[in-house]
């Protein structure tokens, strides 16, 4: 089992970056791929990105392709989202979760574990 938290959310103007964390407990965290969701108000959880336990592997949604970056440091049980030229409409309560899958998964369910959120605002 895993506990997630995140943190590194905040109010940013559009254009501006922004660097979320998410810190897992326990020894087991190398062993889990980590996702990315996202919940923007008044609609449904999406998936932003995944990373598999070594990083090799990355996946994300067209919708942040190039302006997003997943990465992990296994060594600080820590992953993390870069993301740059934010936009207004990437306003959103992000999640990190962890799977035990091998593949890098896309669909909530196929996560276990699943942190608070922090809260991403983008002004225009």
């Known amino acids: 089992q895993v506990q997630l938290v995140e943190s590194g959310g905040g109010l940013v103007q559009a254009g501006d970056s922004l660097r979320l964390s998410c810190t897992a407990s326990?020894?087991?965290?190398?062993?889990?791929?980590m996702g990315w969701f996202r919940q923007a108000p008044g609609k449904e959880r999406e998936f932003v990105a995944a990373?598999?336990?070594?990083?090799?592997?990355?996946y994300y949604a067209d919708s942040v392709k190039g302006r997003f970056t997943i990465s992990r440091d296994n060594a600080k049980n820590t992953v993390y989202l870069q993301m740059n030229s934010l936009k207004p409409e990437n306003t959103a309560v992000y999640y990190c979760?962890?799977?035990?899958?091998?593949?890098?998964?896309?669909?909530?369910?196929?996560?276990?574990?699943w942190g608070q959120g922090t809260q991403v605002t983008v002004s225009s």
């Open positions: 979760a962890a799977t035990t899958k091998a593949t890098l998964p896309l669909l909530e369910y196929e996560y276990s574990y």
């Open positions: 326990g020894r087991t965290f190398k062993t889990y791929n």
């Open positions: 990373i598999s336990w070594s990083g090799s592997r990355t």
